[in-house]
């Protein structure tokens, strides 16, 4: 099988994340995706990260009937910091014949050196990502990826998709002043942050 791995917060999910997973479910040809929600992210601030339980119960609203599409709960499993490289580890070791697809942003290529073990995560999958903006940052990320050390670029990915342009960060800054978010996450992810007061404190 042809899985992908989309890890994050979610915090929330929204409709970016999901014509993401969408349009890289298609064009990588894959037979399943993922969803991975980060238990303790390295690099980021949780002081902002809605519980557990709350993040994984948005993803299965956002997910549901979609065919294909899983969320998986091996990082809230595990304790301490949520590395890319121990949960790749893990899931080698449950699909250990399937080949495996880690789907990353933009932003997170370029700072990819910078990542946990990044050579040996490079050893277990094909890094995927997409070119958002213009044809300069295309070619500085396929410059970055021919020069980055350990990358065989018979499986390095750089998709065209279209990017619906919202982040977690603003959806919250919309709960908290009381503005709508509609059509910026699924309806069911929406009733569910409306009726339970998420992000309002």
């Known amino acids: 099988m042809k899985i992908g791995i989309f890890g994050g917060a979610f915090n929330p999910i929204h409709n970016g994340h999901m014509s993401l997973a969408e349009n890289y479910f298609s064009l990588l040809h894959l037979d ?14 949780s002081q902002y990260l809605a519980p557990e339980r709350d993040r994984f119960n948005m993803i299965s609203l956002a997910i549901e009937n979609k065919s294909g599409f899983e969320i ?6 595990r304790q301490g910091k949520s590395y890319t490289y121990d949960t790749l580890k893990e899931l080698k070791k449950i699909y ?20 946990y ?14 070119a958002r903006e213009d044809e300069s940052q295309r070619a500085q990320m396929i410059s970055y990826a021919e020069n980055l ?8 990915r750089l998709l065209e998709a279209d990017v619906i342009r919202v982040s977690s960060t603003e959806l919250r800054n919309r709960i908290k002043n009381n503005e709508s978010i509609s059509n910026l ?17």
Not at 32 to 45: D, E, G, Q
Not at 72 to 77: H, T
């Open 32 to 45: 399943k995706l993922i969803f991975i929600p980060t238990a303790c992210p390295p690099h980021k601030t």
């Open 72 to 77: 998986s709960l091996i990082e809230f499993d």
């Open 96 to 115: 250990p014949d399937d080949e495996l697809f880690l789907i990353i942003g933009a932003d997170q290529l370029l700072s990819f050196h910078l990542w």
């Open 117 to 130: 073990r990044y050579k040996e995560i490079l050893e277990i999958v094909t890094l995927c990502t997409g």
């Open 149 to 156: 050390d350990g990358l065989d670029m018979s499986r390095f």
């Open 185 to 201: 996450v699924p309806q069911g992810v929406e009733k569910y942050i409306l009726e339970t007061g998420l992000y309002n404190v």
